[in-house]
C-alpha cells in the first residue's frame, strides 16, 4: 500500500504563487510515476502534471504549461507542484496520485490516491 498525503493548498490572489508537496509513504514504486490532477465542484477531474520517479518523463497539462512546475525529491519520496501566476480558473481540490509503472500518464488510471489540498484563487 501506498499513503498520499497533500499540503499547501490555501488561498491566494490572483497572480501569486503557492507549493503543493505531496508525500508518499509505505510501498513507494521506483520505476513509477506522480501525477498532479485537480477536481472543481461540478467539474470532472482533470490531469495537471506528472513526472517519473527517474525524471525523465514530465508533462503539463496546455492549462498550465509555463506556469506550473512539478518536481520531485526520490531521497523524501516527495513530489511538489510549483504554481505561478495563479487564476481564479486554478481553483480546485488538487489531489496528487502514483503510479506503478510510466503509461498513460495523463489519464485518471493511477494506483493511489491522496485526499487533495484545496487551493482558491481569488480575482
Not at 64 to 76: A, L, M, P, Q, Y
Request: proline letters at 2%.
Amino acid at each position: 500500500q501506498v499513503q498520499l498525503v497533500e499540503s499547501g493548498g490555501g488561498l491566494v490572489q490572483a497572480g501569486g504563487s503557492l507549493r503543493l508537496s505531496c508525500a508518499a509513504s509505505g510501498r513507494t514504486f521506483s520505476n513509477g510515476a506522480m501525477g498532479w490532477f485537480r477536481q472543481a465542484p461540478g467539474k470532472e477531474r482533470e490531469f495537471v502534471a506528472a513526472i517519473s520517479w527517474s525524471g525523465g518523463y514530465i508533462y503539463y497539462a496546455d492549462s498550465v504549461k509555463g506556469r506550473f512546475t512539478i518536481s520531485r525529491d526520490n531521497d523524501k519520496n516527495t513530489v511538489y507542484l510549483q504554481m505561478n501566476s495563479l487564476k481564479p480558473e486554478d481553483t480546485a481540490a488538487y489531489l496528487c496520485a502514483a503510479k506503478k509503472v510510466i503509461v498513460a500518464l495523463r489519464t485518471k488510471n493511477y494506483d493511489y490516491w491522496g485526499q487533495g489540498t484545496q487551493v482558491t484563487v481569488s480575482s
